[in-house]
C-alpha cells in the first residue's frame, strides 16, 4: 500500500482520519502509533514484526544510555553497540544480495559452481527507521535532547506511517514537544491536506507520467545521443517529482494531524554548485550526514586533506546507503564526493571566480550525468548510457523511443520544469502584474483539481511505488 493507491486513498486514510478525530488528545499517540503498525502490517507482518524490535530496542537502549554515567566508557561502548546492532540489521537487509551476488560472480569466473542464494526482500522504510533511531540515540547521549521515557511517545515518534518509508528522516527533537501537545484544528487540516495534494500532483502528474520513458530509455542496447538525454532528464524530473512528491505528502500528512516536519528540498535544480546543491537536495538527509557523520569523522577540525578525506567517505558512505542491489551507488556518492572536494578546493584558491550562468550549467551537467549512474541497473548499463550521451551510438531518435514518446510526455516534462523555474518568475510577475490577490483563487484551486486528475488517473492503472521505497 503506497499513498498513491485506491486502497490508501479510499479505506486506510479516511478510516484512520476518522478515528483519529473522534479519539481524545490524550489517546491520539496510541490511535497513530496503531494507525502505522497496521499501515506496516498491511505491506507485510514479517516487516511489522522487524519494526516493533528496533523500536524496543532503541527505546531501551536510550534509558540505558541516559543512566550510564556521563563521561564513562561503559556509556561509549553502549552507544556503539546500539549503533553497531542498527547498522548491523540495515545491512542484512540492504547488502546480503549484493554480497553473494559479488560473491557468486567471482568464483564462477575462476570455474566454481555459483552460490545458491534465496534474495533477501528489503523492508520498506527500514532504512529510515535506522537513521532516525541512531540520532536518536546519540542525541540523547550528547544530552542534545531529553530521554524519552513513555513508550508510546517514542514509538509513536519512530513509527508515524506518514514519513517513515521514504522520509524526511525527522528527528526526535523536532518533533518531542508535538508528541505531547500538538493542535489537531481546521486550519492545519486544510493546510495540510492542500500540501498533500500538492504532492500527490507532483508523483502521478510528472513523476508517474515519465516512468514508462525512463524505463525504455534505460533498455535501449546502443541508445543514441537524443535517446540517452532524453532517458537522462526524463529520469531527472522523475526523481525530484517522485521523491520531492512523496516528502510533500509526508509533511501534509504530519501537518494535518498536527506534526509541523521541516522542508526536505529547496530547489535542487537551481542549484549554483555541488555544494548548494546538496544544500537544498534531501535535506534532511544532508543534515543527518553532516551532524552524525561528517563531523563524527572530524569534520574540518583535523586539517586540509582530512578534510576532503571526510567530505569524499561522507558521500562514499552516502550512496552505499542508498542501496544494495548495484555497487552504482557507491560509485554514485564517490562522485558527488570527488565533486565536493574540487567545489571546495576551488573556492578556497585563488583561482577566478566562475560566472554564474556557467557554474549554474555545469552543477546540472555533473547532476544529470551522475543520475545516469544512479539509475543505471549495473555499471555496463552506465557505460552505454555513457556512450550515447556523448554521440558514439549516432545522434537520430531511435525507433524504440520514437514509438514510447506520447504527446502526455511532452506535456509531463513541461510542468515539471515549469514548476522548477517557477519561483524565478514569480518575483518579477509580482512586480509586473502586482500582488498575490489577482490569482489567489486559481491558487487555492488548481491542487483540487490536479488531486481530481492524479486520483481518476490512479484509478485507470497500476499504482507506481514511489522509487524511494527501494533505498
Known amino acids: 500500500m503506497v499513498f498513491a493507491s485506491l486502497e490508501f486513498l479510499t479505506l486506510f486514510l479516511p478510516a484512520f482520519l476518522l478515528v483519529y478525530a473522534l479519539g481524545k488528545p490524550a489517546w491520539r499517540n496510541v490511535i497513530l502509533l496503531i494507525g502505522s503498525w497496521l499501515f506496516y502490517g498491511w505491506l507485510s507482518p514479517l516487516f511489522l514484526t522487524l519494526h516493533v524490535v528496533l523500536t524496543i530496542v532503541a527505546w531501551v537502549g536510550g534509558l540505558m544510555v541516559d543512566r550510564a554515567p556521563v563521561g564513562s566508557k561503559g556509556r561509549v561502548r553502549l552507544l556503539i553497540a546500539l549503533i553497531v546492532f542498527n547498522t548491523a540489521v540495515l545491512c542484512w537487509y540492504k547488502y546480503a544480495n549484493i554480497l553473494a551476488g559479488t560473491l557468486s560472480d567471482l568464483i564462477s569466473y575462476y ?11 528489503l523492508p520498506a522504510g527500514l532504512s529510515f527507521i535506522v537513521l532516525q533511531a541512531i540520532s536518536y540515540l546519540v542525541d540523547v547521549h550528547r544530552h542534545t535532547v531529553p530521554v524519552e521515557r513513555s513508550f508510546i511517545n517514542y514509538a509513536t515518534y519512530i513509527s508515524m506511517f506518514g514519513h517513515s518509508i521514504a522520509g524526511p528522516i525527522i528527528r526526535y527533537d523536532w518533533v518531542r514537544r508535538e508528541l505531547t501537545q500538538r493542535y489537531f484544528n481546521w486550519q492545519n487540516f486544510s493546510l495540510g491536506a492542500r500540501r498533500f495534494m500538492i504532492g500527490m500532483c507532483m508523483k502521478v502528474l510528472v513523476a508517474d507520467t515519465l516512468s514508462p520513458l525512463v524505463d525504455v530509455a534505460f533498455h535501449l542496447d546502443n541508445p543514441s545521443f537524443v535517446d540517452a538525454w532524453i532517458g537522462c532528464l526524463a529520469y531527472s524530473l522523475q526523481l525530484f517529482f517522485d521523491f520531492a512528491g512523496y516528502s510533500a505528502m509526508a509533511i501534509g500528512l504530519g501537518l494535518m494531524l498536527g506534526f509541523h516536519f521541516p522542508e526536505n528540498f529547496n530547489r535542487p535544480y537551481l542549484a549554483s554548485s555541488i555544494q548548494d546543491f546538496w544544500r537544498r537536495w534531501h535535506l534532511s538527509l544532508s543534515s543527518w550526514l553532516r551532524d552524525y557523520l561528517y563531523i563524527a569523522l572530524g569534520g574540518n577540525r583535523n586539517g586540509v586533506w582530512k578534510t576532503y578525506r571526510n ?5 562514499a558512505i552516502a550512496g552505499l546507503w542508498h542501496g544494495g542491489d548495484s555497487w552504482n551507488y557507491l560509485l554514485w556518492g564517490a562522485a558527488h564526493g570527488i565533486a565536493l572536494c574540487v567545489d571546495r578546493l576551488w573556492s578556497r584558491s585563488n583561482l577566478p571566480s566562475i560566472p554564474p550562468l556557467l557554474s549554474h550549467s555545469l552543477t546540472l551537467l555533473f547532476v544529470f550525468l551522475a543520475w545516469t549512474l544512479f539509475r ?12 550515447g ?3 558514439l551510438h549516432g545522434f537520430a531518435l531511435g525507433d524504440a523511443l520514437a514509438v514510447t514518446l506520447r504527446p502526455v510526455h511532452g506535456l509531463a516534462a513541461l510542468l515539471g520544469v515549469l514548476c522548477v523555474v517557477a519561483p524565478l518568475l514569480h518575483e518579477r510577475c509580482e512586480q509586473r502584474f502586482g500582488g498575490y490577490a489577482w490569482y489567489a ?6 491542487p483540487v483539481a490536479g488531486f481530481l486528475l492524479s486520483f481518476a488517473l490512479i484509478a485507470s492503472r497500476e ?3 514511489f522509487l524511494y521505497f527501494q533505498f
Open 376 to 387: 543505471s541497473p549495473d555499471f555496463h548499463t552506465a557505460l552505454t548510457m555513457y556512450a
Open 111 to 121: 570455474g566454481a559452481m555459483p552460490l545458491e542464494w534465496q534474495r533477501v526482500a
Open 389 to 391: 550521451q556523448f554521440g
Open 441 to 446: 483563487p486559481m491558487a487555492a484551486l488548481w
Open 311 to 315: 567530505l569524499f567517505l561522507t558521500m
Open 463 to 465: 499504482a507506481v511505488p
